[in-house]
């Protein structure tokens, strides 16, 4: 049995913050859970499933791989009422798909527990932008819990169960990637009983949102909020440490970095922390005597100043008279109105320990000697290692047969996935993208605004998270561009999670597989095409019928991504070698397609065999044919 299904409490497991999280649900009682992944939350979608798929006759929660956040959410809504204790999973741009449906959700509220996990990516690890999703938890009134590491994200998942039942309402659960993805010993506690079945109660004036209803459930989400906000003031998470005359507030993963300050500094009796773990809503009593009993605050939070806005809000409604600092400038005491005010931290990028460490000795004027950085002078410069698609990926086939042929000359509207990886030289295939299923929408205004030639590219999984509804209006509207549905059988970037499109016998998944080609005809897509990257000449050829179609044309480029099936289908191939008798330096092979398992070594191409897993690209492309299987 794994170690996250253990009844009993009493002892302590080194967790993953993701892994934390769920061992939170398990022990909440946990009944009905859906997800789209995404990074930094993708574990803990990935450890219910494997937990789910090992143990069939241990788990009596259901787990389900939705088709985008917004179904996801809409589905454990759905569970919520009907009286399940529910967990909805994504990353934060994954609330930006789901706040449809969050936004009236709030109002309606849940008859049982409900927790969403919203989890946050500073500095833009795997994500397009570092949007921050506090603001969501003051957009929509829910309250918000923000984790500062593994051992208080399984004790703040199981609490917001608890918070939730208490309000019926759902309560977000924000962390960011610091926090899913570090390491922690982690206390378990016994777990809840499950109940997996309920009978949907009726109640449509109060599950029904139409106008009359909803005037009435948003004057009830307003007094929810003023219960939390009684609730977060007497929260054990909003927490007071230390003494002293110097405060700092801080939040998440960034009250870590504080307490390793403070006492790498020296300061224990000189500064107090006031942590911000219900950080909505504030605790807005507790935090006027906070800053009334310090001569100076600093506020310490990564991305945007949402507290420090706050508390200085709140400074200037209680007539508190602090100098507060942190990302903005303003605020300096009024003996003080010459000295320019500083700020201590960026609105981008995480944050660090040594960062941290410095900013609060520099405003507190502390003096320290921070560790020596490492001198790196005479050492030699490594080598760049830009991010690449793998050896083997059928993806850059797809992008080669294109490109050879249409070059700069079209336009490639691309997608959130590894495919983005064609922005890169050589390939240089992607023009624009701003969200998941961008690509699809976004290639019928190009052509339509431009009359250019647009190859748009997209992934299976992303096809079905956000990709229909574009391609429907492509049909509808009569636009003029060629899709590319890259077919690699899995949602890869993510780790290999299921989607609608996978061949789900192969996992041993009772989900149903919905294939590609005839759901696109079904759309009312004329032209549909389904092409093996590998066989280039073969692919080209039906790569230039789909672009000279008029309308809109569709590409399935149909390959599995070669690390899931190594998992799912393995098969042998042999690797392959250049024959260096042959070859005549060209070099086609290394600037073309920049294969991983290519190198070139004192001006010769070279294959490292090892890598190469035998897809035969480069040796269609080699001019010499010098480029053979090994031997043997």
């Known amino acids: 049995m794994d170690v996250l299904l253990t009844p009993s409490g009493g002892k302590k497991h080194l967790l993953l913050g993701n892994e934390a999280i769920v061992r939170g649900a398990i022990e909440a009682g946990l009944a009905f859970a859906t997800c789209y992944p995404g990074t930094p939350s993708s574990e803990v979608p990935d450890t219910l499933y494997r937990l789910r798929k090992q143990n069939p006759d241990k788990v009596k929660y259901y ?68 949007q921050d999703n506090r603001y969501y938890a003051r957009l929509n009134g829910l309250p918000m819990l923000e984790p500062s590491g593994a051992a208080q994200a399984k004790e703040m998942t199981k609490y917001a169960f608890e918070l939730s039942e208490e309000l019926m309402t759902p309560v977000i659960l924000r962390t960011t990637t610091r926090v899913n993805h570090a390491r922690e010993p982690v206390p378990f506690e016994k777990k809840a009983r499950v109940k997996t079945q309920k009978k949907f109660e009726k109640a449509p004036m109060q599950l029904v949102t139409v106008p009359a209803v ?10 929810i909020h003023n219960q939390a906000q009684a609730i977060s003031e007497k929260s054990p998470y909003n927490t007071i440490k230390g003494r002293g005359k110097w405060g700092v ?42 800053i009334k009993s310090v001569d100076k605050v600093l506020i310490v939070e990564e991305l945007e100043p949402i507290m420090e806005e706050a508390v200085r809000a709140l400074a200037q409604e209680y007539g508190v008279k602090v100098e507060i600092a942190g990302k903005m400038k303003g605020q300096v005491p009024a003996k003080s109105v010459d000295v320019e005010p500083t700020q201590f931290f960026s609105r981008a990028f995480e944050y660090t ?33 830009p991010p690449n698609l793998c050896a083997g990926c059928p993806h850059r086939a797809t992008y080669h047969a294109i490109k050879e042929m249409y070059g700069q000359e079209a336009i490639y509207p691309t997608d959130i996935g590894c495919y983005t990886l064609g922005l890169l030289p050589p390939i240089q295939a992607a023009d624009f993208l701003i969200c998941m299923g961008s690509s699809v929408s976004s290639a019928g205004g190009i052509a339509m605004a431009t009359g250019q030639k647009v190859i748009a590219f997209i992934g299976d999984s992303t096809f079905f998270h956000s990709g229909l509804t574009g391609l429907v209006n492509g049909v509808h509207n009569n636009h003029n561009f060629t899709l590319v549905i890259l077919d690699n059988g899995t949602t890869a970037m993510t780790g290999h999670q299921p989607h609608p499109g996978v061949d789900t016998e192969a996992i041993g998944d009772i989900t149903t597989h919905v294939p590609l080609e005839p759901l696109i005809k079904g759309l009312g897509v004329e032209h549909v095409t389904t092409i093996k990257p590998f066989k280039v000449r073969a692919s080209q050829k039906a790569i230039k019928a789909a672009v000279d179609f008029e309308g809109v044309s569709v590409i399935i480029s149909q390959e599995l991504c070669p690390l899931y099936e190594k998992r799912v289908a393995p098969r042998s191939r042999k690797p392959f070698a250049i024959r260096e008798n042959k070859c005549k330096g060209h070099m086609d092979c290394i600037n073309k397609i920049a294969c991983p398992a290519m190198f070139v070594e004192a001006g010769q191409a070279r294959i490292n065999t090892q890598a190469c897993i035998g897809c035969a690209l480069c040796a269609q492309i080699c001019p010499e044919n010098a480029i053979l299987p090994v031997k043997g």
């Open 353 to 385: 320990p040594r960062l941290v460490r410095q900013s609060i000795a520099d405003y507190f004027g502390i003096k320290h000697k921070d560790t020596a950085e490492l001198k790196l002078a005479g050492m030699p410069v490594p080598p760049g290692r």
């Open 249 to 290: 507030i801080t939040n998440g993963v960034s009250a870590c970095y504080v307490e390793d300050a403070v006492a790498d500094l020296g300061a224990k009796s000189k500064i107090k922390v006031f942590t911000l773990g219900m950080s909505w809503p504030l605790p807005e009593k507790k935090l006027v005597r906070f």
């Open 214 to 223: 909803s005037r009435n459930l948003h004057l009830r989400l307003l007094n």
């Open 63 to 130: 787990f389900e791989y939705s088709t985008n956040e917004k179904v996801a959410l809409e589905c454990a809504a759905g569970a919520a009422a009907s009286g399940l204790k529910t967990l909805c999973t994504m990353k934060h741009v994954g609330m930006n798909v789901a706040a449809d449906p969050l936004m009236t959700l709030a109002y309606v509220g849940t008859r049982a527990g409900m927790v969403i996990l919203c989890a946050d990516d500073p500095s833009m690890f795997p994500s397009q932008n570092e």
